[in-house]
């Protein structure tokens, strides 16, 4: 079965630092998300993409966050300058069209020291 | 704002003993609920998605159901490995392109 795949698994930074999150979505979906769940908290919306632009960011996809989608197969999530608030699991996602279910990779789990 | 409201936050139940979990939401002019599975350290895994009031979706132990108001996932005879966090979504009002989670019920079968 067709699958997100998510790398790195963990990553622990300092903070003030840039991290790249990556994702490879599903070949033939059209639409990419990032989510975020910080420990014990519930899943929370940053970000969508569609047709190589940013269709909708929540607020707390600042300044400090960047996604592109470089070479067509890979999504990836930039946050600049790194805060200790940030340290959070990260999950990319796809789908097909925005009003089916969505397919989530297993999660980059960062930590920001 | 968009709300989706779950209960109860934890529920524990023997092996084999029935249940239901209940999502609310606020969002007017539903164009779909969504419900999916989170096993710890994971991703969302998608179980179903509903679209009108009256419609159901079952995946084996798993039955969901849709009211214009709410959502009811049932679990019919549980087993341990359906011991998870079941999450239920909608999108955003007037963005298709945003689903908003609600915080899940924490469910735990015990063997």
């Known amino acids: 079965e067709p699958e997100v795949t998510q790398t790195p698994s963990h990553q622990v930074t300092q903070m003030g630092q840039e991290v790249i999150l990556r994702c490879v979505p599903i070949s033939n979906h059209l639409y990419f998300y990032w989510y975020r769940q910080i420990l014990g908290q519930k899943v929370e919306f940053l970000v969508s993409f569609y047709n190589n632009e940013i269709s909708e960011k929540s607020e707390i996809f600042d300044d400090q966050f960047s996604v592109e989608r470089p070479d067509g197969s890979n999504f990836t999530l930039k946050i600049r300058s790194t805060k200790l608030e940030d340290s959070a699991m990260y999950f990319c996602a796809s789908s097909e069209n925005s009003l089916i279910g969505y397919t989530f990779g297993s999660g980059t789990r960062l930590t920001v020291v | 704002e968009d709300q989706v409201t779950q209960s109860p936050e934890a529920l524990r139940l023997q092996e084999g003993e029935s249940s239901s979990l209940n999502c609310s939401y606020t969002v007017s002019g539903l164009r779909g609920l969504f419900w999916y599975r989170q096993d710890p350290g994971k991703g969302p895994e998608f179980l179903f998605t509903?679209?009108?009031a009256g419609e159901e979706k079952e995946k084996e132990r798993l039955k969901a159901t849709l009211t214009k108001k709410e959502s009811f996932l049932h679990i019919t005879a549980p087993k341990p490995e359906d011991s998870a966090t079941y999450l239920c979504?909608?999108?955003?009002?007037?963005?298709?392109?945003?689903?908003?989670f609600g915080k899940g019920t924490r469910l735990h079968i015990l063997p």
């Open positions: 979504a909608v999108p955003s009002m007037n963005r298709d392109d945003k689903i908003i």
């Open positions: 509903l679209y009108s």
